[in-house]
């Protein structure tokens, strides 16, 4: 099984940037996907972006798209979530979670998630 754990949140202002991290353990990852979720109060839980570990694609929600890039370390295991022009709707704890089912942007197949890490965007 994967353990995972994320890392990097934390407070910023409007216009502002946070690297989030998700380190990877246990067994390989290599037939993963490795997915960005979040979850703000009140709210439900939606799909971010994704990495395959495999083929290297990426998948982002229309709403980060152009602000948020993913990446991925092989040789560290980690996954990564670079966040440029943070609005104040960014505000919410990010979950890190892997996959090994083709559907990277829908959570109910994935079945590895980590502890999350909040993220507060000050206007």
């Known amino acids: 099984q994967v353990q995972l754990v994320e890392s990097g949140g934390g407070l910023v202002q409007t216009g502002g940037s946070l690297r989030l991290s998700c380190a990877a353990s246990?067994?390989?990852?290599?037939?993963?996907?490795m997915g960005w979720f979040r979850q703000a109060p009140g709210k439900e839980r939606e799909f971010v972006a994704a990495?395959?570990?495999?083929?290297?694609?990426?998948y982002y929600a229309d709403s980060v798209k152009g602000r948020f890039t993913i990446s991925k370390d092989d040789a560290k295991n980690t996954a990564y979530l670079q966040m440029n022009s943070l609005k104040p709707e960014d505000t919410a704890v990010y979950y890190c979670?892997?996959?090994?089912?083709?559907?990277?942007?829908?959570?109910?197949?994935?079945?590895?998630w980590g502890q999350g890490t909040q993220v507060t965007v000050s206007p």
């Open positions: 979670a892997a996959t090994s089912l083709p559907s990277p942007t829908m959570g109910r197949f994935y079945d590895v």
């Open positions: 246990g067994r390989t990852i290599s037939r993963y996907t």
């Open positions: 990495v395959s570990w495999i083929t290297g694609g990426t």
